[in-house]
C-alpha cells in the first residue's frame, strides 16, 4: 500500500478493463438496474436482471450516520481523508434525506435526494417517476391514485438514522423539472419552508462542485442503500450493511474514471438501490460533484455530473442560482490545524538541556545513536540546517525519521534521586523546529484506534531541582515527535508499559541514574493508516552503572499481536531480548561501541541472539545483584 495518490493509480489500474466494459452498456440496460430495492406501492415494476447491482469492492464500507456525523470505523486508508473533512462532511450530511412516498403516516422508502437550494431538492429522474409525472402543457402533476382522484404525497425526510427517532420531514409541494428520457437522470422537487412540526427550518443547502472529475479523487456518497433480493452477492452486502438497510450512510471511494461525455462519471462508492438520488461529496470542497443514480455489480457505479443538475435548475423560471465550490488540489492534504494539533514555535524550546551523553559518568560517555551512514538520508533535518536532526527537550532528545514522519530516536536522563510526578498533560502539539510536512500529528490518532504512544516515557525526564523543571519536561514528552501509533489495552498499557514501569521502578527506589534509548524499527511492509505507515516494533535500551561497571539491556516489543492486520499472525512476534548490535541492524541506527559493549547478552555480531521474555522476571533478574 503506498500514499492515497498511488492507491487510486492502483485502483484506476486494476478496475480499468471493468470500467470500460460498463462504458459499454447502453443507457437502455442500465436504466433496468435503476430505482429502490424496497418494492414499489405505486406500480408493478419487472424483475431486475441479478446481475446489475451497485457493490463494487470489498473494501468500500458504508458506514451509519448517527447524530448527523458518522460511527466510529476501523478502516485505516479512510480514517484520515474523512477526519480531515470533517467539517464539510457533516454539514453535506445535514442537507441529504430520504424520499418517501406517503402512505396515511408512513413513509415508504423510494430513493435519496439532498437541497441544492432553498426548498429545492435534487433527486432522480427514476425516483420522482414514482409519483409525479409530466403533463401535456409541459407541467408536472403529482398522479392519482387508481380509482379516485386522491393525489400521492411525497416529502423528504433529512433524519432517518439509524437508532435515532429523530424525523426532520418536509412535504414534496411541486415537482419542478423531470428529465426527458433520453436526458441524465435528474428531477427537482419543491419541498415546503419548515418541516411538519411546523418549526424545524431547512438544512444549509449544498455547493455544487465548479470542475471536472478526475480519476482518483476522494468522495464520498451519502444516501440511504436499501435492501437488494437481486444483489448477487448477498453475503458481501451482508458484510458492508449489517443487516441494516433504508438508513442514512456515508459510503466513501474515489472516481474511478470519466467517459467522453463529461455529463456522466464513474465511482466505486457501496451503494444500493435505495441510493438513487445520494449526493457524491467531493471531500477536499464537501461540494456535490454529482448525483448517484446507477450502477453494476462488481464493475462501477454511475453519476450525474454536477454540471447537469446546475443545467437542469437554469430551465426553471425564478430558481435561484446554486452556489459553487471550485476544486483547489492542495486542499487534499490541507488538514487544518484543529485536527492536526497545534504547533509550538522553535523558541517554545529555547534553553532545553537535551540528553546528557556523560549522564552516567565521563568514563561511560554514550554518544546520542545515530542513523546509520546507509540511511542518514532518513533524517529529518532542523528547519535552516544542513546537518542537525537532534531536537533537544528538558533531560532527553529525540531524532525524527522524516520519510515515516515519526520518532526514530529517543534518548532520556532519568535521575532516581530527582524524580517529581507532576500531572498529565492533555495536549499534542507538533515540534516548530522541524518542517510540518515531517511530523504526524492528530489526524492519525482521531478514531483509528491507536493511542500516542510516548517513546520516551512521560515520567522518565520528570526530574530536576525544581518542580518547575521537571513540569517542564513533562510537558515537552507531549510533542509529536515522541510519539508513535500504540495499540493502547493490550500493547501500551502492559507489556511495553510494565517494562517502562520496571525501569523507573528501579532507579526511583534505588536513587540510581538510568539512561534509556526508545525508538522504532522501520519495515517496508509495516502496514499502513491512511498514508502513515504504522511500525510493529519497538525498541528499548536500557544502561546503568553496576559499582563501577556500566551495563546495557536491550528489548524488542512487538504489537502486531495485538494489531488485526493481515500479514502479522501474532504467533511469530512477541518480547524479546535482544543484543543491542542486532537491534542497531534491524533498526538502522548505530548505537555506538560503549553501549554496545556493555551489553550484557554480549557484543558478538557474529553471533546472533534472542530471547523470548515470558515473565517480568525475565527482565528484573538482570538488575539484580
Known amino acids: ?266 465511482h466505486d462508492c457501496a451503494t444500493l438501490g435505495g441510493s438513487s438520488g445520494s449526493a457524491v461529496i467531493d471531500l477536499a470542497t464537501g461540494a456535490v460533484l454529482g448525483l448517484h443514480f446507477s450502477g453494476v455489480s462488481g464493475e462501477s457505479n454511475w453519476a450525474v455530473h454536477a454540471s447537469e443538475v446546475s443545467a437542469a435548475l437554469a430551465t426553471i423560471n425564478g430558481a435561484p442560482a446554486p452556489e459553487k465550490a471550485r476544486f483547489e488540489a492542495k486542499d487534499l492534504d490541507a488538514i487544518d490545524e484543529r485536527v492536526k494539533g497545534g504547533t509550538r514555535p522553535a523558541a517554545y524550546f529555547d534553553g532545553r538541556n537535551g540528553y546528557d551523553a556523560a549522564f552516567l559518568g565521563a568514563a561511560h560517555t554514550i554518544n546520542l545513536p545515530n542513523a546509520t551512514a546507509a540511511r542518514k538520508g532518513e533524517l529529518a533535518l532542523l528547519v535552516g540546517s544542513a546537518t542537525e536532526s537532534e531536537l533537544r527537550y528538558q533531560n532527553f532528545s529525540t531524532r525524527q525519521n522524516r520519510v515515516r514522519r515519526l520518532p526514530w530516536i529517543t534518548a532520556v536522563n532519568i535521575n532516581g534521586a530527582k524524580l517529581f510526578a507532576p500531572k498529565r498533560a492533555t495536549s499534542w502539539y507538533r515540534d516548530g523546529r522541524l518542517d510540518a510536512k515531517h511530523q504526524v500529528g492528530n489526524e492519525v490518532y482521531t478514531n483509528s484506534g491507536f493511542s500516542r504512544g510516548h517513546m520516551v516515557r512521560r515520567l522518565d525526564p520528570v526530574w530536576g531541582d525544581d518542580r518547575d523543571t521537571a513540569g517542564q519536561a513533562n510537558l515537552d514528552t507531549f510533542t509529536f515527535t515522541n510519539a508513535c501509533p500504540q495499540e493502547q489495552n493490550a500493547f501500551n498499557d502492559k507489556l511495553w508499559g510494565d517494562l517502562e514501569d520496571l525501569i523507573l521502578e528501579r532507579t526511583d527506589d534505588d536513587n540510581i541514574k538510568v539512561s534509556v534509548f526508545t525508538g522504532s524499527v522501520f519495515r517496508d511492509d509495516d502496514p499502513f493508516l491512511d498514508d502513515v505507515q504504522i511500525p510493529m516494533e519497538f525498541y528499548k535500551i536500557v544502561a546503568w552503572k553496576q559499582g563501577s561497571t556500566l551495563k546495557s539491556l536491550g528489548f524488542v516489543l512487538s504489537q502486531s499481536e495485538f494489531v488485526e492486520v493481515e500479514r502479522f499472525t501474532g504467533s511469530e512476534y512477541a518480547t524479546y531480548e535482544r543484543r543491542i548490535a542486532d537491534i542497531g541492524r534491524a533498526a538502522g541506527i548505530d548505537f555506538g561501541d560503549v553501549l554496545k559493549g556493555a551489553d550484557v547478552n554480549g557484543a558478538n555480531e557474529a553471533q546472533r541472539f534472542s530471547r523470548r521474555l515470558r515473565s517480568i522476571e525475565d527482565i528484573e533478574r538482570h538488575f539484580k545483584g
Open 1 to 266: 500500500m503506498g500514499t492515497l495518490g498511488e492507491q487510486g493509480k492502483k485502483t484506476r489500474e486494476q478496475l480499468k478493463a471493468l470500467a470500460t466494459n460498463a462504458s459499454k452498456k447502453t443507457p437502455e440496460v442500465m436504466l433496468e438496474s435503476m430505482g429502490a430495492t424496497t418494492e414499489s406501492a405505486l406500480r408493478k415494476k419487472p424483475e431486475r436482471p441479478g446481475n446489475l447491482e451497485k457493490l463494487i469492492r470489498r473494501d468500500r464500507h458504508a458506514l451509519l450516520i448517527q447524530h448527523d456525523t458518522w460511527e466510529r470505523f476501523d478502516v485505516p486508508a479512510w480514517i484520515g481523508p474523512l477526519e480531515g473533512a470533517r467539517e464539510r462532511v457533516e454539514r453535506a450530511i445535514l442537507a441529504v434525506g430520504r424520499v418517501e412516498y406517503v402512505v396515511g403516516d408512513r413513509g415508504m422508502h423510494l430513493g435519496s435526494g439532498w437541497l441544492v437550494a432553498p426548498n429545492l431538492v435534487v433527486t432522480n429522474r427514476h425516483v420522482a417517476d414514482e409519483f409525479a409525472y409530466k403533463q401535456s402543457d409541459g407541467t408536472y402533476a403529482f398522479r392519482t391514485h387508481p380509482g379516485t382522484n386522491k393525489k400521492f404525497r411525497a416529502r423528504i425526510d433529512f433524519k432517518e438514522e439509524s437508532g435515532v427517532d429523530e424525523i426532520r420531514e418536509f412535504p414534496v409541494k411541486n415537482v419542478l423539472y423531470i428529465a426527458p428520457e433520453d436526458g441524465p437522470d435528474v428531477a427537482i422537487l419543491e419541498i415546503a419552508a419548515v418541516a411538519t412540526d411546523g418549526e424545524t427550518k431547512q438544512p444549509a443547502p449544498l455547493a455544487l462542485f465548479d470542475g471536472a472529475a478526475e480519476d482518483g479523487q476522494l468522495i464520498a456518497v451519502i444516501g440511504y442503500p436499501a435492501e437488494d433480493p437481486y444483489e448477487k452477492d448477498q453475503d458481501l452486502m451482508a458484510e458492508l450493511f449489517g443487516g441494516e438497510y433504508s438508513v442514512k450512510r456515508l459510503s466513501p471511494g474515489t472516481v474511478m474514471r470519466q467517459p467522453k461525455d463529461d455529463s456522466l462519471f464513474e
